[in-house]
T-cell receptor, first 117, second 114 residues
Framework: AQTVTQSQPEMSVQEAETVTLSCTYD???????LFWYKQPPSRQMILVIR??????QNATENRFSVNFQKAAKSFSLKISDSQLGDAAMYFC??????????????FGKGTKLTVNP | DTAVSQTPKYLVTQMGNDKSIKCEQN?????MYWYKQDSKKFLKIMFS???????INETVPNRFSPKSPDKAHLNLHINSLELGDSAVYFC?????????????FGSGTQLSVL
């Protein structure tokens, strides 16, 4: 079964600084998608960024970018110029396309990010 | 306008009771989900419905019964509540089951079983 591991339960960063959140995953598939979701205190889950495994270029969305290392099965999220509103739980997630199976997201256990003023 | 709304936000109840959580989406999406987030923040899918048909049913006790009267609604009924059912339950939707990563989540229902 596919698994997603986030080894950092908590991280903190100073406002305006850069922080990197780690994620590793385990799969035997070659075609899959990876995602980062943000869950602020409001509990709403928000898709931050997504990466297709077949793409070598790392995805970017404004201040958010990923470092996708397919061979190492690593998918880290970099947040540049951190803002107070970035404080949240961040979840890494994986999705593949099993033959005859139901596609679903598998989530990591999350990293709580604190942004210090 | 709330895209995915679920009610109630908080639910406190005694062990053994039966309760329901309602979910509605106004996005015109075909697929809806129920996720459970435990006390350690681990988020796991429970059910998924596509056009009112069940397509994902993870290993969830029979006490949990989803019902989808139409594709805009997916309610979750829980019988004989147990202490271990305490969690935050999230409803979500996506345009289709093949795009299930582009999820729109509700704000969650915090269930506390005493």
């Amino acid at each position: 079964a596919q698994t997603v591991t986030q080894s950092q339960p908590e991280m903190s960063v100073q406002e305006a600084e850069t922080v990197t959140l780690s994620c590793t995953y385990d799969t035997s598939e070659s075609d899959y998608y990876l995602f980062w979701y943000k869950q602020p205190p409001s509990r709403q889950m928000i898709l931050v960024i997504r990466q297709e495994a077949y793409k070598q270029q790392n995805a970017t969305e404004n201040r958010f970018s990923v470092n996708f290392q397919k061979a190492a099965k690593s998918f880290s999220l970099k947040i540049s110029d951190s803002q107070l509103g970035d404080a949240a739980m961040y979840f890494c997630a994986y999705r593949d396309f099993p033959q005859g199976g139901s596609e679903k997201l598998v989530f990591g256990k999350g990293t709580k990010l604190t942004v210090n003023p | 306008d709330t895209a995915v709304s679920q009610t109630p936000k908080y639910l406190v109840t005694q062990m053994g009771n039966d309760k329901s959580i309602k979910c509605e989406q106004n996005l015109g999406h075909d697929t809806m989900y129920w996720y459970k987030q435990d006390s350690k923040k681990f988020l796991k899918i429970m059910f998924s419905y596509n056009n009112k048909e069940l397509i994902i049913n993870e290993t969830v006790p029979n006490r949990f019964s989803p019902k989808s009267p139409d594709k805009a609604h997916l309610n979750l009924h829980i019988n004989s509540l147990e202490l271990g059912d305490s969690a935050v339950y999230f409803c979500a939707s996506s345009q289709s089951w093949r795009e299930n990563e582009k999820l729109f989540f509700g704000s969650g229902t915090q269930l506390s079983v005493l």
